[in-house]
């Protein structure tokens, strides 16, 4: 059917024909930018609450664009004026009482893609932090590699205003990107505070104007992709893991990751950037990066 002369145009716009047909979620949705991925919490008239149904999909979710080759970068944010409202209170919590089922099954979703499947996601992951981030909503901004908020972002640990404490692993996760007064202090008054007293207490990165701060993700996620990949992925996974290991085993754990990179590093970016610096002197690795072949 397609002609002679469509055929041979061809090749050049293969590449951008490589965009999956993402899945399409209830509470969740995908949007994509040359190889950033954005990931949006879909509930904008709750605030991006998250219901039971809302953990199922960002699960799913997480796992399909863990192993999608076309994410190169995941940006986590929401729909509307909020990053997310926490948990959904209607639906997660007082939804589940009376159902152990669904509780469990809802509980266990959340923990997942929240931390274990966020912390551990194999590329670089970007909180974009653009309104309302209550409660459970830190866990994942503490689980993404980086966290950037517009200045006029809410964020509090609400929780101790309703009567239960920061549950899940909040109180864990404020403890680490926090010190122990800040922690102490935001969960037991659950006084809000705005972006960049975020920035100020170790809660986010950067903060910016809300109308800068999609462009300073993506200016941040550019970046990203023109490190080496795998350098990127070991780094991250080295520098969570020996948070909790004393200095014999860090040591240890840090030959063998680096022993494990070179082997695995499909782009051989090590001796790319030694040649780059060496033999070509095209570069200087302490002011910016060498430049990868495959881009
Ligand atoms: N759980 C369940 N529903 C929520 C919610 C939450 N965490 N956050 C917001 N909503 C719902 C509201 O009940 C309301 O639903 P309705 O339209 O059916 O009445 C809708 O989202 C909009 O919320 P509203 O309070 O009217 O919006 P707002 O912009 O004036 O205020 C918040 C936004 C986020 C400040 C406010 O909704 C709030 O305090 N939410 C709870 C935050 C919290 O403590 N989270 C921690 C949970 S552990």
Redesign the pocket.
Known sequence: MATKTATKSAPKKKAAAKTPTDPTFETVKIERDKGITFLIMNRP???N?MSPQLHMDMNDAIDYLAIDPATEVLVITGAG??FS???????YFRGTANDPALRQKARSASNAWRWQKLSRFPKPTIAMING?C???AFTQVCACDFAIAANTA?F?L??V??G?LPGGIVSWNVGQVMNYRNAIYYATTGEPFDGKRAMEIGMVNKAVPAGKLKAEVVKLARLMQQKSPAAVRYTKEAVRSVRFMNEPEAADYLNAKSDALKHNDKEDGREEGMRQFLDEKSYRPGLGHFKRKKK
């Open positions: 008239e709750k605030r609450a004026k909020a409202a926490g948990q959904d209170i209607k639906l309302f209550f409660g459970g809410t509090g609400s929780e205003n309703w239960i």
